[in-house]
């Protein structure tokens, strides 16, 4: 059985909210808490596109994709993805706070982030 966490991120500084979200997807608020569990509870974000992002922030960071192929690295900035959608910029952050191992994946499918006032 999973648990599930709801945070208002409304008006909140990304990096505050994001670590608090990293700490919550890798299990860090439960009293039993082992580095190797797959078990992680379920992250709900409420207002995620409502997040306070610092305009220089969002000009200065980039974020890069890959294809797998050569010359296949796409770099855009914040700005931009930000314009389409806030909550990647957001769900961008969190990643980067998780641990680089293969519990990674696991723990970014269990955020889920709602853009406004919808849920």
Known sequence: ?????????KNKRLGRI??????ALRGK????????????????VKNGGLVDISEKK???????RYSGYPSG???????EVAKKDKR???QH????????NR??????????IYHGEDK
């Open 88 to 90: 990647k910029v957001f």
């Open 93 to 100: 952050a969190v990643l980067g706070m998780l641990p680089h």
């Open 58 to 64: 969002l000009k200065e960071s980039e974020h890069a």
């Open 29 to 44: 608020t439960e009293a039993d808490f082992l580095p190797n569990r797959t078990v992680l509870p379920k992250v709900t």
């Open 73 to 79: 690295r796409k770099v855009t900035s914040a700005w």
């Open 1 to 9: 059985m999973k648990k599930e966490i709801i945070i208002d991120a």
């Open 103 to 112: 519990l990674r994946k696991i723990m970014i499918k269990n955020l889920i």
């Open 18 to 23: 994001a670590s608090e979200v990293a700490k």
